[in-house]
DNA sequence: CTAGGGTTAG
């Protein structure tokens, strides 16, 4: 129904009441038909347009510009191709509707045959025409062409020197499209919003904050900050650079905020510091009147994943149900996420489930969230199950699969994912290279580690770090060094990490000397504040070789008296050697930051059992006791066949039970026969001898070597995991076996590797 | 009866 000052002037299908044959004439039908596309009425403009009796090319141009308005580029195209079988003839002005047809629905082979009818027409370069062609050839990712086509235009006005700079920062190329922008002023054009806008998006894409600035002052200069299109690419650039003070001020001097306003301010409130105030936003918006759409759910729902809480997820997730959008591709991967950094896989895996499309992201959001929860072998399964979908990994998918590998130690997992790699193409890549380099490191594989280090194309500083921290876990503090000088000469540069690494190796090593001059390096020549992990680090340097004079003055003169870091390196240095006077210090320091931490308790304890000193090791049983402290319980486990079987202490839940405690029976006899005597001392319970010997002998670590052995190939390394430190008298048993049944065992614990082989351990006992 | 911009998961 149409009304002009509130008379009813044309109500439509009384032309199609008619039968007497009124006839509509041709210039009324037309504006009708231009009136009602334009007012988004398309059924109404449709219905008059098929009730024409007679048709002109105006009237086939004004429903074709009412189905390219609401951006329906395939009805644009079924009416262009109904209308040449018509043989209706057609203007420049159709050209241009159904050039914009082709853009947003991406088909560039029509697109080019409209070329061609537009070169023939001779109206290829019209200043309209010209500016259609522009923006198809980069809406359908022909960049090039749509060069080609504006390099011809003698003249180009505002919208086309827009349209081409939009085009190519929406292709990927913001510093091109950042130069043509200048080129554009330099050529005398007077920039408008829309160029304004394009620029600052193609700064935000870049990165380039500064540029971003640069061009903020001058949109100041045209007064244009209050423009919708302009404010929300500004505030888009300042939250997504983290400077979301800016954005909040940009935001706040908006006049009229649309929909597009809000959900740019709500894409930059991640972090801990910030994502509730993301949360608040959202429900200032909805109280406001606005209806959110998908992006404001993506925007809310990674807020949300930055908070501790998963209930406030949880009711984004209500709203997300009320308003339709849980089928929404974008918004379930962004629920999948959400539930998954919240540590709540399986509402993830439901979540993933419902969804019908899922892409190469909705999988790697899904696959990265097992992954990160300590669950790789759910990752990899996942990651099968894509495979078999026909979809291919990117680099993203498989470094964090491999990432998943390395912190659970999965080490056929990780070797199934070696071979996707290679197969993929995804093993140049450095992300992925240097993932496999962790895995095989973190899984006890340092050989392996180096042999695919070795052989990669191109190493930047995370691959070099990645090898670096791997030697130096490994006790191999020589080769870690060596690295590090090599690195140099690539003339790659070190970072912060790479000192963590390189500093580990020289206390592993006793090189006190070495230890300073590269602390010395590291602030003097790379600018790198150190940060506590470096003093711990420095700490340990001089602790280990037992210069603990040089340790109380360090830590009194870089004012590390607060970090518990730095006293439990203390700590350990005083047991490697037998320090108890200091020992004492740090232990109480230790108490007293952090009155819960169970392993302080059982390192001064050791120390004093070390000296024989009994009756302090029962004070500090009974100090645990008043204070409430638990020991943390222990766990291992071993991979068999690419399942992973774990223990804990004295347990009876395995299938195989009976089996591998008669193999620990078996193996203690001869142990036995050469002297073995377990070191009770190592036992903090308050319980017999005879009760103390059965704790130890079956303390995790044992169960899965006693697994390890009857279930596994007898030539291949036993590799064992741990959550805690090894114990000490675990640390001889293991040493011996290797001795006994020349079988090499590889036991990671919370610090580090530990390679036992003849009798010896790589770490030379100073864990 | 014709053109340009701004929001999208790892």
């Avoid at 024409?52 to 429903?63: E, F, Q, R, T």
């Avoid at 650039?237 to 959900?263: H, P």
Wanted: proline share 2%; net charge negative.
């Amino acid at each position: 129904m149409l009304h002009v000052f509130g008379h009813r002037v044309w109500e439509p299908g009384s032309c199609r009441s008619n039968k007497s044959g009124f006839l509509l004439y041709l210039f009324v039908g037309s504006t009708l038909v231009d009136l009602y596309a334009k007012c988004g009425e398309i059924e109404l403009a449709d219905r008059v347009f098929f009730g024409m009796p007679d048709k002109n090319d105006v009237s086939w141009n004004a429903l074709l510009n009412g189905y390219a308005q609401r951006g329906d580029g395939e009805a644009v195209l079924k009416l262009f191709s109904w209308m040449t079988e018509c043989e209706m003839k057609f203007n420049k002005f159709t050209l241009s509707t159904v050039l914009n047809g082709c853009a947003n629905s991406g088909n560039l082979r029509e697109g080019k045959i409209l070329h061609s009818l537009a070169i023939r027409s001779g109206c290829e370069l019209d200043e309209f025409l010209g500016c259609s062609l522009v923006d198809m050839y980069s809406k359908c990712g022909a960049t090039y062409d749509a060069q080609i086509v504006f390099s011809r235009i003698t003249d180009p006005d505002i919208v086309t020197w827009s349209a081409m700079i939009a085009g190519l920062d929406q292709q990927g190329h913001s510093q091109e499209a950042a130069e043509l922008f200048h080129l554009m002023r330099d050529t005398g054009v007077k920039p408008n919003q829309f160029s304004l806008a394009t620029v600052v998006s193609a700064a935000t894409n870049m990165g380039d904050l500064c540029f971003g600035q640069s061009i903020h002052s001058c949109i100041h200069k045209y007064g244009l900050e209050s423009d919708n299109s302009v404010g929300n690419a500004l505030i888009m650039m300042y939250m997504k650079s983290g400077c979301v003070q800016d954005g909040i001020r940009v935001f706040e001097a908006m006049t009229d905020r649309d929909l597009v306003s809000w959900n740019a301010l709500l894409s930059g409130f991640l972090g801990l510091e910030t994502c509730d105030q993301g949360l608040r936003i959202f429900y200032q918006m909805l109280v406001e009147g606005f209806k959110p759409n998908m992006y404001t759910f993506v925007g809310v729902l990674r807020s949300c994943a930055s908070l501790l809480d998963v209930c406030f997820g949880k009711q984004v997730h209500a709203h997300i149900i009320k308003n339709s959008l849980d089928g929404n591709d974008f918004v379930g991967t962004a629920l999948i996420d959400m539930y998954a950094k919240s540590r709540c896989l399986e509402d993830a895996d439901v979540a993933f489930n419902r969804l019908t499309n899922r892409d190469l992201f909705t999988w790697t959001v899904i696959i990265t969230g097992f992954a990160q929860s300590d669950q790789a072998e759910k990752a990899v399964k996942y990651l099968g199950l894509m495979l078999r979908g026909g979809i291919k990994p990117n680099e993203f998918t498989l470094a964090s699969c491999l990432s998943g590998c390395s912190s659970v130690a999965a080490l056929g997992n990780g070797q199934q994912l070696h071979s996707v790699a290679i197969k993929s193409g995804h093993f140049g890549d450095v992300f992925v290279a240097s993932a496999l380099v962790d895995m095989y490191g973190k899984c006890g594989c340092i050989e392996d580690a180096e042999a695919i280090f070795k052989g990669l194309f191109s190493r930047d500083t995370v691959s070099w770090n990645t090898i670096i921290s791997g030697y130096s876990q490994h006790g191999q503090g020589k080769k870690a060094l060596e690295a590090f000088r090599l690195m140099l000469d690539e003339g790659i540069v070190p970072d912060e990490i790479t000192f963590i690494g390189v500093l580990a190796a020289c206390s592993y090593m006793g090189l006190v000397e070495e230890g300073k001059k590269l602390f010395n390096l590291m602030c003097k020549d790379y600018g790198i504040t150190p940060s506590i992990e470096h003093h711990a680090c420095m700490v340990d340097v001089l602790g280990r070789a037992g210069k603990f004079n040089e340790v109380d003055i360090y830590i009194e003169e870089m004012k590390l008296s607060p970090y518990s870091l730095i006293w439990e390196t203390v700590l350990g240095s005083c047991k490697l050697h037998g320090n108890v006077d200091f020992g004492k210090r740090a232990a109480e320091k230790l108490f007293e930051l952090e009155p819960k931490r169970d392993s302080s308790y059982i390192l001064l304890s050791n120390i004093f059992a070390a000296r024989g000193r009994w009756d302090d090791v029962r004070n500090i049983r009974a100090l645990m006791t008043t204070q409430g402290v638990k020991k943390e319980p222990g766990c291992s486990w071993v991979e068999v066949d690419g399942q992973i079987h774990v223990f804990t202490s004295q347990d009876g839940s395995h299938p195989k039970t009976r089996e591998i405690y008669a193999t620990l029976e078996e193996l203690g006899q001869k142990l036995a026969s050469i002297g073995y005597i377990p070191k009770t001392e190592n036992v903090l319970h308050n319980i017999g001898n005879k009760e103390k010997m059965e704790h130890l002998y079956y303390h995790s670590e044992r169960l899965a070597l006693a697994f390890a052995f009857i279930s596994t190939n007898p030539i291949k390394p036993i590799r064992i995991l741990k959550n805690l430190r090894i114990c000490g008298d675990c640390h001889d048993f293991m040493k011996l076996i290797t001795d006994l049944t020349n079988r090499e065992i590889v036991v990671r614990d919370i610090k580090r590797f530990h390679h036992f082989k003849r009798g010896t351990c790589s770490c030379q006992d100073h864990w």
